[in-house]
């Protein structure tokens, strides 16, 4: 099966830089995806992470450690639009191609 | 179209009623995933399909769900004997092939309400 692990909520400053952590078990692993949504809205595709190492986009980069189970989402220059759940996803299990969610990071920046 | 398009938006419906959500996912695209996401929760897998393989069913929570898939088209959710647990939005996403890294790409969701 597959097991995900994100801290429930964080807070933030505008400006300033969050990480949000992300620990994984999954019987097969082809990737591991992070997702941003917002109150009462479908999530939107942040990043994937299939090798080990980060992946920069903007503001947002992602990390992964596969022999860790490890990933993480870094956010820079804070905004309050980045108020909003980070969905942390990994692609595995029979067949490679099951997506499961954690349950997700609600991150509130405030002023 | 342009977007996974999900039908209804909101429904609500009694207890032991049976309803039949909709989802047309994006031209071309293989793969479609259900999702479950209570109020503040996180988003539960409950089915996909990959072309013409067998679905993989293992998120459904009880006999009384079921989803079918017309080829790579169209596909519905059907909750029989509703029960106010499944109170909840359910969210369809499709992405366009086996690729691993091709991201999924989600419906607005149908809001359910059991009275």
């Known amino acids: 099966g597959q097991n995900i692990d994100q801290p429930t909520e964080m807070t933030a400053t505008e400006g300033a830089i969050v990480q949000i952590n992300c620990t994984y078990q999954?019987?097969?692993?082809?990737?591991l995806f992070w997702y941003q949504q917002h109150a009462g809205e479908a999530p939107t595709f942040l990043s994937y992470?299939?090798?080990?190492g980060l992946e920069e986009k903007g503001r947002f980069s992602s990390f992964l450690s596969r022999s860790k189970g490890y990933s993480y989402l870094l956010l820079k220059e804070l905004q309050m639009k980045d108020s909003a759940s980070y969905l942390c996803?990994?692609?595995?299990?029979?067949?490679?191609?099951?997506?499961?969610f954690g349950t997700g990071t609600r991150l509130l920046v405030s002023p | 179209g342009a977007g996974v398009s999900q039908s209804p938006s909101n429904k609500v419906t009694e207890k032991g009623k049976d309803v039949e959500l909709r989802c047309d996912p994006i031209?071309?695209?293989?793969?479609l995933y259900w999702y479950r996401q209570r109020l503040g929760q996180g988003l539960e897998f409950l089915i996909y399909?990959?072309?013409?393989?067998?679905?993989?069913k293992s998120g459904l929570p009880s006999d009384r769900f079921s989803a079918e898939r017309t080829g790579e088209s169209v596909s519905t959710l059907t909750i029989q004997r509703t029960q106010q647990e499944d109170s909840a939005v359910y969210l369809c996403?499709?992405?366009?092939?086996?690729?691993?890294?091709?991201?999924?790409?989600f419906g607005d969701g149908t809001r359910l309400s059991i009275l």
């Open positions: 996403a499709s992405s366009p092939n086996t690729g691993s890294n091709q991201p999924q790409h």
């Open positions: 999954t019987s097969g692993f082809n990737g």
């Open positions: 992470n299939v090798l080990d």
């Open positions: 996803a990994v692609k595995g299990g029979t067949g490679f191609q099951k997506l499961v």
């Open positions: 031209s071309g695209h293989t793969a």
């Open positions: 399909f990959q072309g013409n393989s067998a679905p993989d």
